[in-house]
């Protein structure tokens, strides 16, 4: 498809960590509107005894070293699928699907992730005395709620079960100036981890409702990716769902002239690259060069 000196109004525009990136409207007629409301049809769920197994299977894998992941899943479903080549067919197209879905939440994650501020990589516990698990996970959710609508927190984050056995909750959050609530305290301690005294900030309120927890202040684009990172680990090992908090879109919407491009990509150069200092218009009206604070000015779509 030819791009050239073509200008494409309403298109979503995402950053990748490197470059500016467009999805022009004109290209993607049957795609999602960030304005238009969709009615989405019931999808049947419902799993296969095959599938269920394998779900179990694979997380369970998990566990164990890559190599040894897929013999474990076909060992536990052989009695499941009719023959030993049905079932590791059945093994193999299941884990690709993983995969492949796993990069797509990545992409989708890192897109988020880039058009956002994040200040705060966080890390939460309980303590016994205050909580069980499940009350820990109830209590935890319904204050970053209550932040989040009241305060205008934003995170992501996710679980995580830590080789003592203890639920933590790990997130990279954006904390607004002057709606932190309780105080930072600078505590000395000794990191079993690392095997020596390490430095941490602990909040005030989470520890007198919940229990340990560390506030690490995220001063460069690197510390961001690198606590993305940790949190995509998480992910990968525990097979856990990430948790959103707060307004998080994809995406912001500009109208892109053609001498912002820099040529089409993608499949079918159905996606453009623009210069790094592009021109920002909101329907006609032109802004000014690519910013944050552009940027903030923008509507944005998922």
Known sequence: MNNENKNYPQTKVYF????????PKVNFPHGKSCKRKTKHKLKNTTKTPAQEKFEIAYKDS??????????????????????????????????ERKKTNALKRKS????????????????????SQKHTEESFKIKLLNTLKHLVSRKGWKYIGVWEISPNQRL????IFYIPDNSMIGELVKTTDYSTKSKKLQ???????FIKHFGRNDFKELGTQKDIVQSIGYILKYIEKGGERLMYGGKLPTYFVSDIVADDIVCPIGIDDKKVLLFDNFTCIDNGEILAQVSPQVIEKLPKCN
């Open 16 to 23: 990748d960590g490197s470059h500016y990136i467009g999805i």
């Open 62 to 95: 998990q566990r164990l070293p890559k190599k040894k992941r897929k013999t474990y899943i076909i060992e536990q479903m052989k009695d499941t699928i009719s023959t030993d080549t049905a079932t590791k067919n059945f093994v193999e197209q299941n884990i």
């Open 108 to 127: 989708r994650l890192m897109r988020k992730v880039y058009l956002q501020k994040w200040n705060f990589f966080v890390t939460l516990t309980y303590d």
């Open 168 to 171: 933590h909750f790990h997130g």
């Open 199 to 205: 430095i941490t900030y602990q909040n005030s309120h």
